[in-house]
């Protein structure tokens, strides 16, 4: 083999998220930080009296403590799960979470590989049993069983690839990795979790023998003359595994990438049972080198199991001497150990953990405390070299290979070859504003996900448009939601560090939307400029309308739009005529509803006012789109074609209005209930207009010429209904509120000639239009034009109500962002903040992006031990759990009461409410069977597992049990 990166990539497998929990540090960016610092993660404690060993061990912060809310366990239930469980359960979320993918909106098939260390925790289960009434046996085996590892975490984060636990002692980890590489390169699954976890709770302190195993002065000095022994440790840790042709394709952050792995066993030849074997280590990496189709030579740095045992390293350096049969001190050899202890089932994932941060970072770390070579290893007459200190490894124009050994106790031998992943070219910046979406479970881990997340976006490089794709798509939607929108990430950060991102709760259920589309008066040149520049479903919108109306105008519509450079005055004046302005509006308005919808903002129902009424038939389907233009085109030329006109808008009430008006002077539209439009020839609105002055009535000119919706449109109407006549007429295909009558428009209104002449006469009832759009349920409302007309007027309504989301597609033409990027994204932001389903892939279409290492959501963890492991029984030792979702109200009499206590008792809860869900506090089939046992010993009534899942409130099952008493009476 040659050092050149080969272009079949078939059987490769790429690493594109981790996950750790390790002694001494703070999940993966710590730990690397510790190992290039050299730092010794091993907690030392005092020689007890009469010893004369240094009590030592890798103890891991917080190791009793979980997120059980998070997950959906109750807290009884969260105290029976083995600690191993739960860490591992969090890191697998965590590792997802650090390759850019959402559990629930992932597609592809996941499987979990993992396995875990013997801690006794049945044991201490039993132990305790005094303090878990009710609990069986069973329970406390599916709560500690190992083979159950996997399989929790596959039910719990709804993935449905293999699930398989692996134990093959210390080799575990790195052996589940070999399996979820052959599961991955067979097509079991499409994405894989991997990894291991040993943690002991409460730790051990004083464990010590004099058989060479463990240190006496409590340091792991792997291959230094001075070793006695390793230390033993905590650790948890998780990578997420997938095929490599895929991840490049999919924009994945390839941490390394996996060339092959094998899997051995010593068999009998060798010592004993417990002892290492050099031909059965030297044969696995062999092995692992052929399926790698490297060559030895062109490895830089071997990750070795190196436990500091003066048995165990001299044979894996000899078995490793032989599989890498190159120069003296041409490879690296190191040990994460040295920092960290031995984790057991978890030591083989987080050594390639640390040999994948060797390569993404470009440095070897050093192995701790070696000073000289231990003699029985003949180190110089091996291909490798140690370094106490980390050395630099840069890029070169070979690929940097390194390869991962663990070994397992029984004989179990694994070996990983790794390649540095590929580089990765700068991408275009894309849109200018980028949407920053933020969710969690509660509004505490929502301030802290945006702290965590300000610090990553001040302190790094990270692309603005990269991290958008990731929280969008790789981050799942809780209901406490906030957002930011920003043009870089420093921009982003600021925000975010200010509390910027308007957090609020959202409905417990999608949101409908409805789209309003406002008539003339808002238009301006340059509206929805950056859509046009940057949003390819935009501009292919507005593309086809100009190619539409091209020759009825006269003029290309887009340069009245967005003009060039010294064109915009021009491109005013025909923006204020009747004609192009019509046109224009109804174009930006199709354009927008397009790119709405392929961004997956599909409306329930559609209103439009006046003239945005042509655009709301087209989304109903009523119109296509090129005869709504012909038809807006005509009723432009018609009101160009009018007497100079004018129209007013006026605060009073359409009964209090009506008397002040003149002859030829007409209410154009009731927009609220003290808010309308009178229109008529110029001279008479200004009479009117100085008489409601002079009444100190509040009135404004509207920027529209002609007297729309007035006796002056009158002689147009006959020829505009023939016109309407030859276009076909659909029913509507959704909801669409008619602006004419105030109420959803039928069939054959829509079809009919004469209801479109009349509404081009008639007044405009948007108020009453409004009332019908309240009463139908609540939707979000979105404008869907320039400005915010019908966005002020929908709020100032008075059925609006204070908690609809009212929001604004383009800005006001006096805005300083007529562009409307920003407007955009910050509507989407809004509407996906208030539980509006969003496609984010249509927001992203034809813009490939990356995913990006973000960090992870923070959990809040509560303290959970038994009484033996000193621990004060089944509720957390430091608070009380937190409150789920929805309100709380108390049990109402005495049965709900009684009902609510035997929640509590089984659950583990202090405080439970007549609506919560016993499901949704954790309970599951075992627990319901324990409850109604509970209550069938306390009441006799003879309650089943059935009723519970069929009545699982307080007030339900409260009354489920009253039924059943008076049946039984």
């Known amino acids: 083999m040659t050092g050149e990166q080969i272009t079949d990539t078939c059987g490769f497998v790429a690493v594109i998220g981790m996950a750790a929990r390790v002694p001494g540090a703070d999940g993966v960016d710590g730990f690397w930080d510790a190992l290039v610092r050299g730092d010794e993660l091993i907690t030392r404690f005092p020689v007890p009296a009469g010893r004369d060993h240094v009590p030592a061990y890798g103890v891991v912060a917080g190791s009793d403590e979980f997120d059980a809310a998070f997950f959906g366990y109750a807290p009884r239930e969260a105290l029976l799960l083995d600690p191993q469980h739960r860490v591992f359960l969090e890191c697998a979320w965590e590792a997802l979470e650090n390759a850019g993918y959402d559990p629930a909106g992932c597609d592809r098939k996941v499987g979990v590989f993992g396995g875990s260390g013997d801690t006794g925790h049945f044991a201490a289960l039993l ?9 069986s046996e069973w329970q406390l085996r599916l709560a500690s069983g190992a083979d159950f590892l996997t399989s929790r975490v596959s039910y719990k984060l709804g993935l449905n690839g293999p699930a398989v636990t692996v134990q093959t002692a210390c080799s575990t980890s790195l052996v589940a990795v070999h399996v979820a590489v052959q599961s991955l390169l067979a097509g079991d699954c499409d994405l894989a979790l991997a990894g291991g976890v040993t943690l002991r709770v409460p730790h051990p302190v004083d464990e010590f023998s004099d058989d060479g195993v463990l240190s006496r002065d409590g340091h792991c000095r792997a291959f230094d003359a001075a070793a006695g022994g390793t230390v033993a440790s905590d650790g948890a840790g998780v990578v997420v595994l997938k095929r490599y042709d895929e991840a490049v394709l999919d924009g994945d952050d390839i941490r390394a990438v996996i060339r092959g792995s094998a899997v051995n066993n010593d068999g009998s030849a060798k010592a004993g049972f417990t002892a290492p074997s050099v031909d059965g280590q030297a044969a696995a990496a062999r092995l692992a080198l052929s399926v790698a189709g490297v060559d ?20 894996e350096v000899r078995a490793l001497a032989k599989a890498y049969a190159v120069p003296p001190g041409s490879v690296a050899l190191g040990s994460v150990k040295a920092n960290l202890g031995h984790t057991d089932a978890a030591s083989g994932v987080l050594g390639l953990i640390t040999a994948v941060l060797a390569l993404r970072h470009e440095v070897i770390p050093g192995t701790l405390h070696f000073r000289e070579p231990n003699p029985a290893l003949d180190l110089d007459r091996t291909p490798f070299r140690v370094s106490a200190r980390a050395r630099s490894w840069p890029r070169s124009s070979r690929p940097r290979r390194a390869a991962v050994n663990s070994l397992g106790i029984g004989g179990t031998n694994a070996h990983v070859v790794l390649e540095e992943a590929p580089a990765t070219p700068p991408r275009e910046a894309g849109r200018p504003y980028h949407l920053l979406p933020l969710s969690a479970r509660t509004a505490t881990a929502l301030r802290s996900s945006a702290g965590r997340l300000a610090a990553a976006l001040t302190d790094g490089d990270l692309a603005p448009a990269d991290v958008a794709w990731t929280l969008q798509t790789g981050r799942p939607a809780f209901g406490h939601r906030g957002f930011v929108v920003a043009a870089d990430a420093r921009q982003a950060g600021a925000a975010l560090a200010g509390d910027g991102t308007a957090a609020t709760r959202s409905p417990d259920r999608p949101r409908p939307v409805a789209f309003l589309f406002p008539g003339q008066g808002g238009q301006y040149v340059d509206m929805g400029r950056d859509l046009y520049t940057h949003e390819p479903v935009f501009r292919a919108a507005v593309d086809r309308c100009a190619r539409l109306a091209g020759a009825q105008l006269g003029f290309d519509l887009r340069t009245m739009l967005y003009p060039r450079a010294g064109g915009h005055d021009e491109a005013a004046t025909r923006m204020a005529g009747m004609l192009g302005g019509q046109a224009a509006v109804f174009t930006v308005q199709y354009a927008l509803a397009t790119l709405w919808r392929s961004w997956g903002v599909e409306p329930a129902l559609v209103l439009g006012h006046s003239l945005g009424a042509y655009a709301a038939a087209t989304v109903a389907g009523t119109l296509d789109v090129a005869d709504a233009l012909a038809l807006v085109l005509h009723r432009g030329r018609i009101l160009g074609d009018l007497p100079s006109g004018a129209m007013l808008a006026v605060s009073l009430p359409a009964g209090e209005l009506l008397p002040i008006l003149d002859d030829g002077v007409a209410i154009a539209a009731v927009n609220g209930p003290r808010q309308c439009v009178v229109t008529g020839p110029a001279a008479r609105i200004a009479a009117v207009q100085a008489a409601l002055a002079g009444r100190d009535v509040e009135a404004r000119l509207l920027h529209i010429s002609a007297a729309a919706h007035s006796p002056l449109v009158e002689p147009a109407l006959p020829e505009f209904e023939r016109l309407v006549a030859g276009v076909p007429l659909h029913p509507p295909a959704l909801p669409w509120i008619s602006d004419r009558t105030g109420q959803p428009v039928t069939a054959a209104q829509a079809g009919t000639p004469s209801y479109w002449s009349g509404h081009l006469r008639h007044t405009v009832q948007f108020d009453a239009a409004l009332r019908t759009l309240f009463a139908s349920g609540e939707h979000a409302l979105l404008e869907i034009g320039p400005g915010r007309t019908l966005a002020g007027l929908a709020r100032r309504h008075p059925g609006c109500g204070p908690d609809r989301p009212v929001v604004a597609s383009l800005p006001h033409a006096a805005d300083d962002a007529g562009g409307g990027g920003l407007t955009m994204m910050s509507a989407l932001g809004r509407l996906w903040q208030q539980g509006v389903p969003v496609d984010w892939a249509g927001v992203h279409a034809g813009e490939p992006r990356r995913r990006v290492e973000l960090p992870a959501y923070p959990f809040e963890r509560q303290r959970f031990r ?12 430091d608070e009380t759990p937190p409150a ?28 439970v409410g007549r609506h919560d869900n016993f499901f949704d506090l954790g309970g599951d089939s075992l627990v319901a069977a324990q409850y109604c046992r509970l ?35």
């Open 884 to 911: 789920f979702d929805q309100d709380h109200e108390a049990p109402a009499g005495e049965l709900e009461e009684a009902v609510a206590a035997a929640f509590g008792e089984v659950l583990g809860l202090d405080d």
């Open 296 to 315: 030895a030579a062109e490895v830089g740095y071997v990750e070795a199991h190196g436990t500091g045992t003066p048995v165990g390293d001299p044979i």
């Open 866 to 877: 038994l009484p033996g492991q000193g621990g004060t029984g089944f509720v957390p030792v």
């Open 935 to 969: 209550v069938r010993d306390t009441t006799g009534a003879q309650l089943t597992v059935r009723n519970v899942f069929e009545a699982p409130t307080v007030a339900a099952l409260a009354a489920e049990l009253a039924r059943m008493t008076v049946v039984a009476s």
């Open 127 to 135: 132990a305790d049993r005094a303090a878990l009434p009710g609990t």
